[in-house]
């Protein structure tokens, strides 16, 4: 089944990129335009075209297959897609500056190119674009609408929690699996419903494709925490042991922190609020996490979580090929290398 | 006449901010509440209440009687003048980031108190909840969305052409004025006739009121300009002479700049891409822009772009007292002591 994965995000590509280039070619301003198009991946900073750019578009794959399993066209869904993916480039563009991450996508992130202010600025009119490419959705887009305004709330609340979690004392697992929710998975799942939303499907199938999405992005994101401790640099495009170097407070690391064993508790005498000073104590510290259960804890959580959306769309009448395609998306996302 | 304004400002401030503050009370997350809050001027950082807080909310103004005066009720416009006091603060909140302000009001700005991750986060809430405020308020915010959307790109715009022209070389009165318009006379043009779109006016009215708002924001910019140079610290709440000093070519300065006069090109010479590094290079060039005719300029396109403004609206069957009620909001926003 996972093999079907790349075919259909290929397919789906095919339909959502001239639409987002025509929503982007309808930002006004050059700048603005110059530095979206940077940010998706379709241009270098002087505006000259990048073959093969752009991302997966994971997010726009879901938002299609999640009308298809509905029986409904795949059209229906492809400015909701659109719409999805620019709220997804949007908030990269932002949390890069706040978070000062330097390189994305093997590319100098935004704001290294064009300044701070720029960056924060083309974020807003993506964010911009996105309700308006809705709004020229007609019934359909109307529909999607709120959906999609409610995930940006939800967004922006998390990279909040974000923010105040670094400078935070005594973080808990809970606090920190609240803030991925919002950071991560609140777009997922609306990714993977929103098309349904605009296709106008029951309001249970959208709670369930929801789910999946939801449940989706909380599993992709603990796989990315495992990345953090783990993760090969040439895999990556990170240093290894990002997190850890950072003194990060992802899942694993919180839940090794506080698991009351010995690893933990040497683990917090060596990460009390400060990251690692040495290469020597990043190394400790990486073995601390493993020992404390932490990488078990989460390689675990990130199978259930899969597991859990699966069941959501298996076996509850979703037409065929599509919720075949959505679970092989899904997975494809979780399973990375780690 | 002028001394209505304040009435009417009083008026409609009594209908809007309860329809404000029950939008910004329906943003989920607390953090981006409490930073609303004290952008809004409502609350301390500590989110206690600040007595008499708030701003002269000349926008809500503008739109609310932008729907009297076509013979609407003021209600109709309620929900554009939340959004449009909502996208205004959320730009000052961003801008002010950018532009590195401390004050304003005051008070510290956003990012002083909060930090410039959370500010930034505050603005994205902020105008996401603009948009969900127009999505709420049925036909009315639906023909007033598109509109408020349009002009959130010209304002983003206008920020981004700002930043350019720091570090640009050989700036033009031209370049000056197209950034002054996005950045303050589209939100103004789009305050003063979103109310008129809402209740559904004919597209020559609504063309007549936008023409209005945005003289009288390019008047109301002009204005700010030539505080910029003049101003005494006790009414602008700034240093005197604070645009000569940060070295800002704003418009009466570039007008001087440009004039092909003597002191023109002494000023040049003074300016040439930097600000003064004295206190007497400071006052040298205030006088240069005055002698160049900079401030002339100004004052004069100022009280021209005021009449202009006053002109598509006078006289074309417009209710009253709402139309004058608009004069006199328009008069009062441009006539500030200079």
Chains 1, 2 share one sequence.
């Not at 997966?56 to 029986?71: M, Q």
């Not at 890069?96 to 390189?103: G, S």
């Not at 935004?110 to 600025?121: D, M, P, R």
């Not at 709330?153 to 606090?175: H, K, N, T």
Request: charged fraction near 20%; aromatic fraction near 4%; glycine fraction near 10%.
């Amino acid at each position: 089944m996972t093999a079907r994965a790349p075919e259909a995000l290929t397919r789906i590509r095919g339909v959502v990129e001239p639409a987002m280039r025509a929503v982007v070619d309808a930002i006004a301003d050059p700048h603005m335009r110059l530095i979206s198009s940077y940010q998706l991946g379709w241009v270098a900073p002087d505006g000259s075209a990048v073959a093969g750019g752009g991302g997966k578009a994971i997010r726009p794959a879901l938002t299609v297959l999640s009308a298809e399993v509905t029986g409904a066209a795949g059209e229906t869904a492809v400015p909701a897609a659109v719409a999805v993916e620019l709220v997804h480039n949007f908030s990269l563009l932002h949390d890069d500056v706040m978070d000062r991450d330097v390189e994305r996508r093997h590319r100098p992130t935004g704001w290294v190119v064009f300044g701070e202010g720029q960056a924060i600025l083309a974020g807003n009119a993506m964010l911009t674009a996105a309700v308006q490419a809705l709004l020229d959705a007609g019934d359909a887009g109307a529909r999607a609408l709120p959906h999609l305004l409610d995930t940006i709330q939800d967004l922006v609340s998390g990279q909040s929690r974000d923010l105040l979690l670094e400078s935070a004392e005594d973080v808990q697992l809970d606090d920190v699996l609240a803030m991925e929710a919002g950071k991560t998975a609140a777009l997922m799942a609306c990714a993977a419903s929103i098309g349904a939303v605009a296709a106008g499907a029951s309001a249970d199938i959208v709670r369930r494709l929801s789910a999946f999405g939801f449940d989706i992005g909380m599993a992709f994101q603990l796989v990315d925490d495992l990345l953090g401790v783990t993760g090969d640099p040439a895999v990556t495009g990170k240093s290894s042991s990002s997190d850890v170097r950072a003194g990060k407070r992802s899942a694993p690391i919180v839940a090794a922190l506080r698991s009351d064993s010995a690893a933990g508790r040497r683990l917090q005498d060596l990460f009390a609020g400060k990251p690692p000073s040495s290469e020597a104590d990043v190394a400790l510290a990486t073995e601390l996490i493993a020992d404390a259960g932490g990488l078990e804890w989460a390689s675990r959580e990130a199978q259930r979580r899969l597991e859990a959306a699966i069941a959501q769309v298996a076996d509850v009448g979703l037409r065929e090929p599509a919720v075949s395609e959505l679970v092989a998306v899904g997975r494809f996302i979780v399973d990375r290398d780690y």
